[in-house]
T-cell receptor, first 111, second 114 residues
């Protein structure tokens, strides 16, 4: 079955860049996503990338995909205290709709 | 547009009791999902509806969990009887159609079974 792994914690200073990493095992993963979850809230879709892309940039967010190593990363530039949250990596396959989530990375931004 | 609405926000019940959660998806969204998120884990799919039909319920513990979406709009998820390990946040999500562009989640119902 699908397995998506993330490190559990990351701390950065305000203004620095954050890099959150994710690895997945299913080579047929076609769509990869990053979701953000703030305390007591549902999951908010931040960005997604198709498996035929290497990089996607959206304002402060940069997603890098290394399909050969099955490695996905999310870089947040100029990290702010409002970015403190849990970040989930998720993947799905073409024609399927079930999202398989990682365990989440808790990002703490230190003022 | 209004988001995905869920109620109640919190529920505390004793084991072996029954509980029901309600979800109203975004208007026009044909696909509705229920996910279970246990503390410290990522969400896991319980059931997926397309309109009022079940697309995937392979991970739903059918001996105690049931879900319905009778008119293809709102949905209820029921647990009967509840076990301690059912303590989790139950998230509802919806998408416009079979979408690979991610979907919109509600805020969830936090269930505590004591």
């Amino acid at each position: 079955g699908e397995d998506v792994e993330q490190s559990l914690f990351l701390s950065v200073r305000e203004g620095d860049s954050s890099v959150i990493n994710c690895t997945y095992t299913d080579s047929s993963s076609t769509y990869l996503y990053w979701y953000k979850q703030e305390p007591g809230a549902g999951l908010q879709l931040l960005t997604y990338i198709f498996s035929n892309m290497d990089m996607k940039q959206d304002q402060r967010l940069t997603v890098l995909l290394n399909k050969k190593d099955k490695h996905l990363s999310l870089r947040i530039a100029d990290t702010q205290t409002g970015d403190s949250a849990i970040y989930f990596c998720a993947e799905s396959q073409t024609g399927a709709n079930n999202l398989f989530f990682g365990t989440g990375t808790r990002l703490t931004v230190i003022p | 547009e209004a988001g995905v609405a869920q109620s109640p926000r919190y529920k505390i019940i004793e084991k072996r009791q029954s509980v029901a959660f309600w979800c109203n998806p975004i208007s026009g969204h044909a696909t509705l999902y229920w996910y279970q998120q246990i503390l410290g884990q990522g969400p896991k799919l319980l059931i997926q509806f397309q309109n009022n039909g079940v697309v995937d319920d392979s991970q739903l513990p059918k001996d105690r969990f049931s879900a319905e979406r009778l008119k293809g709009v709102d949905s209820t998820l029921k647990i009967q009887p509840a076990k301690l390990e059912d303590s989790a946040v139950y998230l509802c999500a919806s998408s416009f159609r079979d979408s690979n562009y991610g979907y919109t989640f509600g805020s969830g119902t936090r269930l505590t079974v004591v």
